[in-house]
Nanobody
Framework: QVRLVESGGGLVQAGGSLRLSCATS????????MGWYRQAPGKQRESVAR???????NYVDSVKGRFTISRDISKNTVYLQMNSLKPEDTAVYYC????????????WGQGTQVTVSS
């Protein structure tokens, strides 16, 4: 069973920072594109940031310049550093893995709440 274990959410004031972490198995980490999605109340889940096996990244426009996705291969962990947080960043954030070697199967973490107060 594939597990993605998230941590790092919480409550922060606008302008503050948080770092999310997502750990998984070495097998999944090595053959997947990893990413972060978020879902705010009443809205659809959206892709926030992704990092691919070669290290390239992409971001949704609303977080460019504020969020940074990175990974530690030795720890099989992907991070999302979130700076200059805004109230509109409030959402449940989910870690995602797309496994290239299993028909692009999608795996999800349990979600972690990020709340930004104004």
């Amino acid at each position: 069973q594939v597990r993605l274990v998230e941590s790092g959410g919480g409550l922060v004031q606008a302008g503050g920072s948080l770092r999310l972490s997502c750990a998984t198995s070495a097998t999944i980490f090595s053959r997947s594109a990893m990413g972060w999605y978020r879902q705010a109340p009443g809205k659809q889940r959206e892709s926030v940031a992704r990092i691919f096996s070669g290290g390239s990244t992409n971001y949704v426009d609303s977080v460019k310049g504020r969020f940074t996705i990175s990974r530690d291969i030795s720890k099989n962990t992907v991070y999302l550093q979130m700076n200059s947080l805004k109230p509109e960043d409030t959402a449940v954030y989910y870690c995602n893995a797309v496994d290239y070697e299993s028909g692009f199967a999608n795996y999800w973490g349990q979600g972690t709440q990020v709340t930004v107060s104004s």
